[in-house]
């Protein structure tokens, strides 16, 4: 079983959408949650990040952490077009393992016009 | 702020080759790391160094894969020989945050994009 699973999708949505992509894991030392974004030939760039349960809210991203289903989603609201990126969501534990991220293997989004 | 710079940005090299890929951080980042990106997955986290010594190398097969950060900024990452199964983006990320902090915020570079015939 892999520490992290995602959905790889791909999801296609019209724009507008609201779009929901989610994470599992099994590590229950892990404490921080992040979402990355990742454009095609582009490197992963940071979106949001949460440290332990709750939710977090940016603009039209919402990030939701439920350690105790070990679940972890986020929401985009009213999607645009320039959303189309695959998601990576990522995953560390604090203390010794020296900020190690580990990876979900990403979920292909594309918003339609 | 200038970002994580890779060079080069794409090669191709036939199996048993060797190749070098490098990495510039972010200025003042003491924390840098090296991923693997097979094509349909997540990033993999290859080596970390704080500064210039090593942290984290247990998922480098060392075997064919060797990693330096010298002076403690700039980084270079080798395969000798390569293997068909090391075809891949590979990333480079830096942080500012020190060995044993809870969150590192990390920056990507583009990533070098290797394809092995």
């Known amino acids: 079983q892999k520490e992290v699973e995602q959905d790889p999708g791909p999801l296609s949505v019209p724009e507008g959408a609201i779009v929901s992509l989610n994470c599992t894991y099994s590590?229950?030392?892990?404490?921080?949650f992040m979402w990355y974004r990742q454009y095609s030939r582009k490197g992963p760039e940071l979106l949001m990040y949460?440290?332990?349960?709750g939710n977090k809210e940016d603009g039209r991203f919402t990030a939701q952490v439920d350690k105790s289903s070990k679940y972890i989603s986020l929401f985009i609201r009213d999607s645009q077009p320039s959303d189309s990126a695959t998601y990576l969501c990522?995953?560390?534990?604090?203390?010794?393992?020296?900020?190690?991220?580990?990876f979900g293997q990403g979920t292909e989004l594309s918003v339609k016009p | 702020e200038a970002g994580v710079a890779q060079s080069p940005r794409y090669k191709i090299i036939e199996k048993r080759q060797s190749v070098a890929f490098w990495c510039n951080p972010i200025?003042?980042?003491?924390?840098l790391y090296w991923y693997q990106q097979i094509l349909g997955q997540g990033p993999k986290l290859l080596i970390q160094?704080?500064?210039?010594?090593?942290?984290?190398d247990s998922q480098l097969p060392k075997d064919r894969f060797s990693a330096e950060r010298l002076k403690g900024v700039d980084s270079t990452l080798k395969i000798q020989p390569a293997k068909l199964e090391d075809s891949a983006v590979y990333l480079c990320?830096?942080?500012?945050?020190?060995f044993g902090q809870g969150h590192y915020e990390q920056y990507f570079g583009p990533g070098t994009r290797l394809t092995v015939t």
């Open positions: 990320a830096s942080s500012s945050s020190s």
């Open positions: 949460t440290y332990s349960s």
């Open positions: 160094f704080q500064n210039n010594g090593v942290v984290d």
């Open positions: 990522a995953m560390s534990a604090p203390g010794n393992q020296g900020g190690k991220l580990i």
């Open positions: 590590n229950s030392a892990f404490q921080y």
């Open positions: 200025s003042g980042h003491a924390t």
